[in-house]
């Protein structure tokens, strides 16, 4: 089951999301980092999520777009399954980035391997803030800004594997569907998901 919560990451801020009946997201607050009451402020949040009936505070993670990377290569139509060393011999072969410093979700479409990436740095740093603060992260997505990458992108809470979103369990468009309807933020905040 998908949260009604998402914490919704940027370079500035962090925005706390609820979803009510019919999949419409309300913004709760926006807070920016390093804020002097940040602590006292996402304490509150917490209050609030919980007589909105979140008591177990299940929450999205979503990260910041501007920090995924998105990359596509052909792997013919015969591909089928792909085992992890094969992904990232793929991935090696046209990333810029360290692949031992990062965690992707992936996807084949039509013999081509679709590739999102993140420094897995920035996953761990967004879980831990969700945890410090009592929340409990149960999925952690981005959106990416490429059109090379046209799903959301769901990466693995262990951010030191890579995501099997191939094999997920979860149906990605149900999360999509889900996800994508958070609100734009209308701050002046060019690192949004968005």
């Not at 996807?107 to 996953?123: C, D, H, P, V, W």
């Not at 890579?162 to 996800?179: I, P, V, W, Y």
Request: charged fraction near 25%; aromatic fraction near 10%; include cysteine.
């Amino acid at each position: 089951m998908v949260p009604n919560l998402a914490l919704k990451f940027s370079y500035t801020m962090v925005h706390l999301f609820h979803r009510k009946k019919g999949g419409i997201w309300f913004l709760l607050d926006s807070i920016q980092h390093g804020e002097p009451d940040l602590d006292h402020r996402m304490q509150k949040l917490k209050r609030n999520s919980i007589q909105l009936g979140e008591r177990n505070l299940s929450t999205i993670v979503v990260l910041p777009s501007n920090e995924i990377r998105c990359y596509n290569i052909e792997a013919g139509e015969k591909v089928r399954k792909l085992k992890p060393k094969k992904l990232n011999n793929y991935l090696s072969q046209i990333s810029t980035e360290p692949i031992s410093e990062s965690t992707y979700d992936w996807y084949l479409e039509k013999g081509r391997l679709n590739f999102a990436l993140i420094q897995t740095s920035i996953i761990e740093n967004a879980i831990k803030f969700t945890e410090k603060h009592s929340f409990k992260p149960n999925y952690v997505v981005g959106l990416p800004k490429s059109n090379s990458y046209e799903r959301v992108a769901v990466f693995d809470l262990k951010s030191n594997s890579r995501s099997k979103s191939g094999e997920n369990l979860f149906d990605a468009t149900q999360l999509e569907m889900m996800a994508v309807k958070l609100p734009k933020s209308n701050s002046n905040d060019h690192q949004m998901v968005y």
